[in-house]
């Protein structure tokens, strides 16, 4: 069964600081991997997905991300973390055939001052 | 401005009671998702459509329908309210139910089941 994982429940990080939020994902055929942001008492948000092609994916707001097979992640980078960025993060994977998204815990993101 | 819309916001709700939670979009988006979002589990697929007219389970379908009228409206019911369906209620739509399309989710229903 197709699955995604997100193992920190959060991640603190200071402003300036590069940030990273992980997500592994296990699926059965080609991965279709999506980020999104959620920030407090609003829905989500669509920050960047992962179809095809180049490894790196950029998005909104600075995001980007980097597809790994071999280690099956996909994880949300930014170079320089903002304390605007502290929200929660979901990471995402299309159901194999399904058309529907499977979806991680999420990771609280916090970016100290 | 094009989107998702959701109502009501938020919801104070006796046990045993039927409660319908509405979402509309103006995007003209063929499909559309009901999530439940519940603290420590992320978001949980309810019920889909992937066009007017058809519906489908999702993870955890039960206590809950819908139905698919048209292509803007997507209706949640609770026949019967249990405390457990206490949760943030998301509506979201794609554009043609493919694997590879971005979902767009409303603002969310809060609702408490007493």
């Known amino acids: 069964a197709q699955s995604v994982a997100q193992p920190e429940d959060q991640v603190n990080v200071a402003e300036g600081n590069p940030l990273t939020v992980k997500c592994t994902y296990s699926?059965?055929?080609?991965?279709?991997l999506f980020w999104y942001v959620q920030y407090p008492n609003r829905g989500l948000q669509f920050l960047l997905k992962?179809?095809?092609?180049?490894?790196l994916v950029k998005g909104s707001y600075g995001f980007e991300a980097e597809f790994n097979k071999s280690q099956t992640s996909f994880h949300l980078k930014k170079p320089s973390a903002l304390v605007s960025d502290s929200a929660l993060y979901f990471c995402?994977?299309?159901?194999?055939?399904?058309?529907?998204?499977?979806f991680g815990t999420g990771t609280r993101l916090k970016v100290l001052a | 401005i094009a989107g998702i819309t959701q109502a009501p916001t938020s919801q104070i709700l006796a046990a045993g009671r039927r409660m319908t939670l509405r979402c509309t979009q103006d995007?003209?988006?063929?499909?559309m998702y009901w999530y439940r979002q519940d603290l420590g589990l992320g978001l949980r697929l309810i019920h889909y459509?992937?066009?007017?007219?058809?519906?489908g389970k999702g993870e955890v379908p039960d206590g809950y329908s819908v139905s698919r009228a048209n292509t803007d409206d997507f209706p949640l019911t609770l026949a019967s309210a249990v405390p457990s369906q206490t949760s943030v209620y998301f509506c979201?739509?794609?554009?043609?139910?493919?694997?590879?399309?971005?979902?767009?989710f409303g603002p969310g229903t809060r609702l408490t089941v007493l």
């Open positions: 995402a994977v299309e159901d194999s055939g399904t058309y529907k998204y499977i």
């Open positions: 992962y179809i095809t092609g180049d490894n």
């Open positions: 699926v059965s055929g080609n991965p279709y």
């Open positions: 995007m003209r988006h063929n499909a």
């Open positions: 979201a739509s794609s554009e043609a139910g493919l694997s590879t399309d971005t979902q767009y």
């Open positions: 459509s992937n066009t007017a007219g058809t519906t």
